[in-house]
């Protein structure tokens, strides 16, 4: 991986609206596992972050129309990708990143990027970042 990747990953991050990684890793969590029936709580567990970073970043998230979640029932919502075209640039961004993100260079920088961009908020440094 090259300056090049370093340069698509920051702009493939800018058409998502991404900037903090906790963003990034509900983002992926919600794409890994399709619709899913769970809390902000049980997701916060799975990803190794506070119930606050993670109901941040899923607030974020539908707020910038890429996740779509179900109203709240008993604790818990639906959580799924919204629904685009195959040509829309959100998606095209998406699936870039995953690409890249798919070899461990690829994440090293995706990380190294978003960790730049993050204002010293003691949530975003928690969490796993497998590397």
Known sequence: MDNRTAEAVGKHLNTLGIAHLAEWDVLAFVRHHGASLA?????????????????????????????????????????????AGPND??????????KIAAERQGRLILIKHLRQTVVKDPRERRGLHLA
């Open 89 to 98: 640039p959100p998606q095209l961004a998406l699936e870039e990143l995953m």
């Open 39 to 83: 809390s902000a709580e049980k997701i916060a567990a799975l990803l190794g972050y506070s119930k606050l970073a993670v109901g941040s970043a899923l607030d974020s998230l539908s707020a910038k129309g890429l996740v779509q979640r179900s109203r709240n029932s008993h604790g818990v919502r639906l959580y799924q990708l919204a629904g």
